[in-house]
């Protein structure tokens, strides 16, 4: 099926689901920081759908007290199925794929894993949120003997042992299959996951639930204090609205492991740091202004002449996309010392 077509066996279902007002979707706004309960709240910014273009404002509030950002109000489960739907599977697969496929993301995947080396030769590794299995096949390279399990909710951790990317595939919420996984993995690894989960407290549970005693636990995730997050407003990538529902400071992020049952061993920004901010932003801004693409959850296609005027502008709007790319990577040593980073990892052992 060509790509026009699906989008053409998808836009009734989209139109059904257009038909009542996109409030729905939402829990009702918090008065309160869901972190640490303070009613010190500050509106950080206010952002659409700047990838799929789907409708809808979301709003990022930040706590005054403790620094915790997220969106408020959060999507509901019926949201998070409707903003989610065809952005990472069906429609969005093949984007999904290139992006987190890519050579460089491979290479940054391989790092992560050779940073355990020191401290462990797993048996069993479960990665959390492993999409299409990228992280567990740079992992495999690192330790060749180790089982990998992969968990997620779509359907891309199927393909993922389909491809044999890893071992076994779970597909669910952790938080649910996490009692039946007791005590089985040496490594339970988060990249990325935990800023997407509605309550990221009950992850770490999950996770100390599923490890055995003294195992470790390694967590990537973005950092709202980047200097860039600032800079740049709206248009940072990592605020990824309207999947990120939350996004906590380092230390926020410490204590909540320490009282989840953790040891914290290490915290490291520079290598966490995936220098994509200027050019990210440039793709965004774009993608804003230039005339849409055809997709289902639009009540009609654009005409023959925005399709093709959207490819043009696309075409020559490049060069400014490469040259940000370069200073991005130009800038990435600086940034990487300077309060630019754009993510952090932690590892914390098991008690």
């Known amino acids: 099926m060509t790509r026009a077509e ?31 309960e303070s009613d010190r709240l500050r509106e950080r910014l206010r952002t659409t759908d700047l990838l799929q273009h789907k409708p809808g404002t979301f709003v990022i509030d930040r706590c005054l007290a403790c620094g915790h950002h997220f969106q408020n109000p959060q999507l509901n489960e019926l949201g998070l199925e409707f903003y989610y739907r065809d952005c990472y599977d069906g429609l969005g697969r093949e984007t999904a794929e290139s992006l987190l496929g890519a050579p460089r993301s491979r290479k940054r995947h391989r790092v992560a894993a050779e940073s355990l080396r020191p401290f462990v030769d797993p048996e069993r590794w479960l990665d959390v949120g492993t999409g299409y299995g990228y992280f567990p096949e ?36 952790f938080t649910d299959l996490a009692p039946s996984l007791a005590g089985r993995y ?17 992850q770490l549970s999950a996770a100390h639930t599923a490890l055995a005693p003294g195992g470790l636990l390694q967590i990537e995730v973005p950092d709202p204090g980047s ?19 939350h996004l906590m400071p380092c230390r926020n992020l410490q204590q909540a492991l320490e009282e989840a049952g953790f040891t914290v061993m290490g915290t490291e920004r520079r290598v966490a740091h995936r220098p994509v901010d200027l050019a990210g932003a440039v793709v965004f801004l774009l993608s804003h202004l230039l005339p849409r693409d055809d997709a289902p959850w639009h009540a009609q296609p654009p005409s023959a002449t925005a399709r093709c005027m959207r ?17 991005d990577l130009c800038f990435a040593p600086v940034a990487r010392r300077a309060g630019f980073s754009n993510a952090y990892r932690l590892l914390a052992r098991r008690n």
């Open 6 to 36: 699906q989008i053409a066996a998808f836009r009734p279902r989209y139109q059904q689901d257009l038909v009542s007002s996109i409030e729905r979707f939402f829990e009702p706004r918090r008065d309160t920081c869901p972190w640490c």
């Open 138 to 173: 740079a992992a495999r390279q690192v330790f060749p003997k180790s089982t990998f399990h992969g968990l997620d909710l779509g359907e891309g951790v199927a393909f993922a042992e389909a491809e044999g990317r890893v071992d076994q595939a779970l597909r669910g919420l």
């Open 186 to 202: 040496d490594v339970v690894s988060m990249h990325h996951y935990l800023e997407h989960t509605p309550d990221p407290r009950a």
């Open 227 to 245: 200097a860039y997050s600032w800079m740049l407003g709206r248009w940072w990538v990592p605020w990824f609205q309207p999947q990120h529902l």
């Open 311 to 327: 490819k043009v502008l696309w075409r020559s709007s490049l060069p400014a996309v490469l040259a940000a790319y370069a200073l």
